[in-house]
């Protein structure tokens, strides 16, 4: 009878440690989680994800030798040009809980500030210490890192280009929304315009009806678009190419991939790039470094993109001044 209790206890037991072995295996496979601004969920999907951001990301942990489902398990969320749902968004992935929160704003990054201090956040940040995200760019001294654009967002810059392109125009629409027209950065975008000699007005958008606004300027005298740099205006940017076109008017934007969608100009940072870079914080904090003593990375090249198909379609003739500029020239 002692035999048997004894050959069941140590049969129960060999049967248990493999799964054991598998639970422990399954428990130390990361899981990261990642919340954009306005991203249609779909576009987020896959191991190439048609969002240029998520698509950046996921090329970055690639190379890195992650790959979803297998080594690693990725949490793919977007408040899809809805702000007030973000909160929910970081608390639920708090909650899950993952390893790493990666956020692409400052807005974004304090909200995951005040939801957890324990899960890591890597996100892409202006001006950290200023807007109290870090204490230092050197020691964070919290759980959020990453990313930040050194100096301004480079709005004014964008205007010398409009201004350059369109010396005789002076009519210039500020895609945006009201909140960013009256800030601080705000001021000094239509402070830069007015010492251009550029009108520049607010086109204000209440995301995500972006449709109203574009319909407003139809019946403006418009001599060209200036589209924010917030991130909600990330995935609409062929809808607002389209309609430069239709406008005849050249569009200026931030982000390069608007070019590749038809748009005019842009001038800003990368951002496929960024969360290519992005998945290298998120390496180092899953092998055990501590985010409170990760430097804050500061990018400091932006790149001026044209779009010479448009510009011919436009009537436009770039000054050699400006395409002598350039870092990428799409024909």
Do not use: C
């Not at 297998?70 to 968004?89: A, C, F, K, T, Y």
């Not at 970081?90 to 957890?116: C, E, F, H, S, Y």
């Not at 008017?249 to 005019?264: I, N, S, T, W």
């Not at 010479?308 to 350039?326: D, E, F, N, W, Y």
Request: overall charge positive; aromatic content about 6%; charged content about 20%.
């Amino acid at each position: 009878m002692h035999r048997r209790r004894f050959l069941l206890t140590s049969m129960a037991g060999a049967f248990a440690a493999p799964l054991a072995a598998g639970a422990q295996a399954a428990r130390r496979s990361p899981r990261v989680g990642i919340v954009l601004a306005s991203a249609p969920l779909p576009t987020m999907a896959g191991p190439e994800p048609a969002q240029i951001v998520m698509r950046g990301f996921i090329h970055g942990l690639r190379a890195l030798g992650y790959v979803d489902g297998q080594n690693i398990s990725i949490e793919r969320r977007s408040s899809e040009g809805v702000p007030e749902r973000q909160e929910d968004l970081i608390l639920g992935l708090a909650q899950i809980p993952v390893d790493v929160i990666v956020v692409p704003t400052n807005r974004m990054a304090l909200l995951a500030k005040k939801i957890t201090s324990t899960v890591p956040v890597v996100a892409l940040m202006d001006a950290p210490v200023e807007s109290g995200i870090v204490q230092s760019l050197a020691r964070p001294g919290g759980n959020v890192t990453g990313l930040t654009l050194a100096g301004d967002v480079p709005g004014g810059k964008r205007l010398e280009i409009v201004r350059q392109v369109l010396p005789k125009g002076s009519r210039i629409a500020f895609l945006g929304r009201k909140e960013e027209w009256s800030s601080q950065e705000g001021q000094a975008l239509r402070g830069a315009a007015r010492s251009l000699g550029l009108t520049l007005f607010l086109a204000d958008v209440q995301m995500p009806l972006l449709g109203p606004a574009l319909e407003r300027l139809d019946r403006e005298r418009v001599d060209g678009l200036f589209v924010s740099a917030n991130p909600v205006f990330f995935v609409h940017v062929k809808q607002i190419a389209d309609f430069a076109a239709r406008l005849r008017v050249p569009d200026f934007h931030l982000y390069a991939h608007a070019v590749e969608a038809g748009g005019f100009a842009s001038y800003g940072h990368d951002a496929y790039d960024l969360f290519r870079r992005a998945a290298g914080f998120v390496d180092r904090i899953l092998k055990g470094t501590n985010p409170r003593e990760m430097p804050v990375e500061q990018v400091e090249r932006y790149a001026l993109v044209l779009n010479l198909k448009t510009a011919r379609a436009l009537g436009l003739t770039i000054p050699q001044s400006v395409l002598q500029r350039a870092d990428r020239v799409i024909e």
